[in-house]
């Protein structure tokens, strides 16, 4: 029986939800996003070059691109170490500091 309330919840919900208001609502979602992935982009950067003796990090780096070449300049030398002796790198955005509200 339960079953059966679920399944007209959802035919209600789905009766006032218009094809055309689905699309534009999925519009809207993608937009945000991809207007937050181009931000992203746009932002300072740095990398953080990790081996297994130590962290080092470089930049800033004044955008993604950027901060992504260096990153494969770094990897790159992984094919010449010892599995051991590789490194990891990790792209770090640059944000403002968040004012304190106290």
Do not use: K
């Amino acid at each position: 029986m339960a079953c059966l309330t679920t399944v007209s919840v959802f035919r209600d919900v789905a009766a006032w939800d218009e094809p055309d208001e689905s699309d534009r609502r999925l519009d809207v979602v993608l937009d945000r996003w991809a207007q937050e992935l181009l931000t992203r982009m746009e932002q300072p950067y740095v990398l953080m070059v990790r081996s297994t003796w130590q962290t080092e990090y470089l930049g800033p780096f004044p955008h993604a691109m950027a901060a992504a070449a260096a990153a494969e300049d770094e990897l790159a030398g992984n094919r010449v170490l010892p599995p051991e002796e590789h490194v990891a790198v990790r792209l770090i955005p640059l944000v403002p500091p968040i004012a304190d509200e106290s």
